[in-house]
């Protein structure tokens, strides 16, 4: 289906009117050989941000950033799912349209809490004026058995001192029973920053003001934030657009990272000891977390990015939510692992070469060579030389591409500088790679689109080396 995306084709709505486009979408995406088997993905269209990702106490909700009628950002719902075990979901249906005057052009991203017999949303409205001027609302809503009930929305615009560019409510509940609020802004004069708001009864808010974090200057905005509390430090999630690269680091085009620290609420003072990045591959943003069944901090993310043209766009389709993951504290820094229950995907007996998870481990520190995906025309090689572990999709298929010009930034061989690496973990997919290193001390994630017969897996490691091989069915 050849669009043009012109303003009118990216506002339309999913309606009576556009049914039968979407179910010719659908059957266009469902045919494509990219399609995921075990990630979250779109029927049709373009995923983005995971929003409202919380456990009521029965089950988990996930939604995503979702535009319907097509593989471009247009207008965005919400797209909801729930699942017992954040492995095997049950699609519900659109959790929020866009149908108020306050996200008419776009339910944007934002977060959920269990509250009562339902759940209580923070999230984004886009407006845009008849002059295409945007106005963000920032509002709740109720979602319950008698359906989502918006409530008028609790910040109206941009406060003064910010522009237009201020979103993505992650809300929490403090022990005490009130709540907390982060917002992404940017400032009038084009620096990203975040906002926090209080309330005791998640009606009336307060704008206690921005957060301090020392760092003037640091990107041109802050999307999608997330505070939580862990092990007895508090940690920042945070994406800001527009840091320059810096040898290894920051080569996407956006970048997500976190610090890691203290939230003094009361100053509205985030002490930390600098920013780092979640993960190292090439397509990971907006993440989300929650607190788990089980008490534990998990985090799921967009394997995607802005600005960036997806391959499987040809098919009517882009994007992907990430496997889950947990997270702690360890040395000082994050360690995120994957979620335990995902080993419930592991089959028996031989793989496709495609679909499976690769356990890697190397207890000398020996270096080595794994050729992913490998047909006539492509592979993805993973890298370690004693100094660096190197992901290199830049022969993998069909390819990503950023839709900016971003100075220094691109290209498909990412480094990442390791002087030890004992083990690999790797959720391969039918279009992505995820290689959990030295038990979640490190994240690479990358997107691949490679061609059918790109079936190929050979290692080439020292004699002392395992290789475990687990297809996923
Ligand atoms: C991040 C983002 C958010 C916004 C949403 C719109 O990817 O730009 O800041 O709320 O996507 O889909």
């Known amino acids: 289906m050849n669009t043009h995306w012109t303003r009118e084709a990216r506002y339309t709505a999913l309606n ?8 010719a979408l659908c059957a266009q995406a469902a045919a494509s050989p990219w399609r995921q088997r075990y990630h979250v993905q779109p029927p049709a269209g373009l995923l983005n941000d995971p929003n409202g990702f919380c456990h009521d106490g029965r089950e988990y909700h996930l939604f995503y950033q979702w535009f319907p009628l097509g593989p471009v950002h247009g207008l965005k719902y919400w797209q909801h799912l729930s699942s017992a075990d954040l492995v095997h979901y049950q699609t519900r249906g659109i959790g929020i349209a866009p149908d108020t005057k306050w996200d008419s052009h776009g339910a944007y991203s934002g977060s959920a809490l269990a509250d009562g017999d339902g759940l209580l949303i923070a999230y984004t409205g886009n407006h845009r004026t008849a002059a295409w001027e945007r106005i963000p609302y920032q509002l709740t809503a109720r979602l319950d058995a008698h359906g989502l009930h918006k409530h008028e929305p609790f910040l109206k615009g941009a406060p003064a001192g910010y522009s237009e560019h201020v979103r993505d409510p992650k809300i929490w509940r403090e022990a005490d029973g009130s709540y907390g609020i982060v917002l992404g802004a940017q400032r009038d004069n084009e620096s990203g920053t975040a906002l926090y708001l209080t309330s005791t009864d998640a ?5 206690r003001g921005e957060i301090d974090f020392a760092l003037p200057g640091f990107g041109y905005m802050w999307e999608c934030p997330d505070y939580f509390p862990l092990a007895g430090r508090d940690v920042f999630l945070c994406c800001p657009q527009g840091l320059p690269a810096d040898g290894d680091r920051y080569r996407n085009i956006y970048q997500s990272g976190y610090f890691l620290g203290t939230f003094d609420k009361a100053a509205c003072r985030f002490n930390h000891d600098g920013f780092r990045e979640l993960d190292h591959g090439f397509d990971y943003y907006a993440p989300q977390s929650t607190l788990g069944a089980d008490g534990e901090r998990l985090l799921i993310g967009w394997m995607g990015l802005p600005d960036t043209t997806c391959p499987s766009a040809r098919d009517g389709w882009a994007h992907c939510l990430t496997l889950p993951r947990v997270l702690t504290i360890e040395d000082g820094q994050l360690r995120q692992r994957p979620l335990p229950a ?31 995906r490998a047909g006539a025309s492509a592979k993805t090689v993973l890298t370690y030389n004693g ?6 999709r830049s022969q993998s298929g069909a390819l990503p591409e950023p839709e900016k010009d971003a100075p220094g930034k691109g290209g498909h061989i990412r480094r990442l500088a390791l002087t030890q690496l004992h083990s690999l973990r790797i959720y391969a997919d039918t279009s992505s790679l995820e290689i959990f290193i030295n038990d979640g001390e490190a994240v690479m994630t990358g997107a691949i689109y490679p061609p059918a017969d790109a079936t190929g897996l050979h290692v080439a490691a020292a004699d002392d080396a395992t290789v475990t091989i687990y297809p996923i069915l």
């Open 342 to 372: 995902l080993d419930r995907l592991r089959g028996e007996g031989a793989h496709d070469g495609i679909h499976y998870e690769l356990n890697l481990a190397n207890p000398q520190n020996h270096p080595f060579i794994l050729t992913l």
């Open 387 to 392: 100094e660096a572990l190197i992901f290199d």
């Open 203 to 207: 009606q009336t808010w307060q704008l």
């Open 16 to 23: 009576a009117d556009s049914r039968e486009r979407y179910e």
